[in-house]
């Protein structure tokens, strides 16, 4: 293993990681905190979505992907909070804002879809009444020309027969089709923003490349940015620009797809490649030794070390144990956090 220790703690201070423009970014998440009760899940989490990008977040289950979302929707769960930190939209704060003008920004400025699109739908109104409210609800058309352009948006997310369609209710469509419903809702209101949280998981993979085909194209006709939560790694490879790496509540790695892929470089992100490598083999499987730490059950130092195959034997052991790594920059637009860093490549 080629172990490179690029900074010893203490004494030399990491090069700081290259900020974007203020102009160029979307969503602006800094320090971020949420707890349920007393149990912090989302610890001192920073994230930057730049305007016309899709920056994917992925991480084992619980890591504090979903509730990192809905924060920043202002959709926490109840017995959830934000404890500290910031959410800035386009320049504007989103934390404590008033219902009223929270409700305003979701479905003009940001919008969500989920994992369960017809869970999503309301089974007691038509796709067209559905589709149809961001457009008189935010952008100003009277309720019946919002009606009238209902299955002009439903043809754009490629619904056939689309006049019929729209005359259905959640019950009546499949999966596919829920999701695709979903997406026309999502993108009527003009958003500048959708954050989407696995919004293929439950598909099936024909349907699954479809929809993601689909978004990726809406994206690039509309220049909207998004937040695109997933677990897979492939989908990360064929759709994202950029990609965050959440571990126990908090960003361990993040940088271009490309450059992250070819050489990740917090020992974290090299197993969930490895995993996700060879998981396409069908007589290897390879997971993550130990379990997920969860934010709430954290002890001083780095939250990986119980986990890492890197920091034994090394001269950074002792900064492990005993304090966290900052995110500092390890290359053009990537960041690590790890005393190591290992500049390893993935697969060993
Ligand atoms: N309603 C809830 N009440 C209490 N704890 C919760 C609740 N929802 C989430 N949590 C906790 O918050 C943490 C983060 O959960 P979250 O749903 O954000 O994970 P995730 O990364 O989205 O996982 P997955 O990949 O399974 O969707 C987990 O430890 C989870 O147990
Ligand atoms: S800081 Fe230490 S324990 Fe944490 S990932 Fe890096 S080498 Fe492993
Ligand atoms: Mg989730």
């Known amino acids: ?89 386009d320049g504007e704060d989103l934390v404590g804002l008033a219902p009223r003008r929270m409700d305003r920004i979701r479905g003009s400025r940001v919008a969500m879809l989920f994992q369960q699109p017809r869970a999503m739908l309301d089974p007691t109104a038509t796709v067209r009444d559905q589709v149809a409210e961001p457009l008189w609800l935010h952008r100003g058309l009277s309720r019946r020309e919002a009606r009238r352009r209902v299955p002009g948006l439903l043809r754009d997310v490629g619904i056939p027969e689309p006049e019929r369609r729209a005359r259905a209710y959640a019950h009546q469509l499949s999966g596919g089709m829920a999701q695709r419903v979903m997406i026309a809702a999502a993108l009527a209101g003009d958003p500048g923003l959708l954050i989407a949280d696995e919004p293929t998981t439950a598909l099936d993979v024909t349907v699954q490349a479809q929809i993601l085909r689909l978004l990726k194209r809406r994206q690039r006709e509309s ?35 490309a450059e992250l892929f070819e050489s990740p470089r917090h020992p974290y992100t090299q197993a969930l490649l490895r995993a996700s490598l060879l998981r396409r083999e069908a007589d290897r499987l390879y997971t993550i030794p130990g379990s997920a730490a969860r934010a709430r059950e954290l002890r001083r130092g780095c939250r990986f070390r119980p986990r890492c195959p890197v920091a034994d034997g090394t001269d950074v052991a002792g900064s492990c144990e005993n304090e966290e790594p900052t995110l500092s920059s390890c290359g053009s637009g990537h960041r690590c956090r790890c005393w190591a860093r290992p500049a390893e490549a993935v697969g060993g």
């Open 223 to 257: 220049g909207m940015s998004v937040l695109l939560i997933t677990h897979d790694l492939g989908i990360v490879a064929t759709t994202a620009d950029r990609v965050a790496v959440m571990y126990a509540g908090r960003i361990v790695e993040d940088g271009p797809v």
């Open 1 to 89: 293993m080629n172990r490179r220790s690029q900074r010893q703690p203490g004494t030399t201070t990491p090069p700081p990681a290259a900020a974007p423009e203020a102009t160029d970014v979307a969503l602006d998440i800094r320090g971020l905190r949420v707890a349920f009760g007393d149990a912090t899940v989302v610890e001192g989490l920073d994230l930057t979505v730049r305007r016309g990008e899709i920056l994917a977040l992925v991480g084992e289950s619980g890591s504090g992907k979903s509730v990192t979302a809905r924060a920043a929707m202002g959709l926490l769960p109840s017995g959830a909070r934000i404890t500290g930190g910031s959410v800035t939209l």
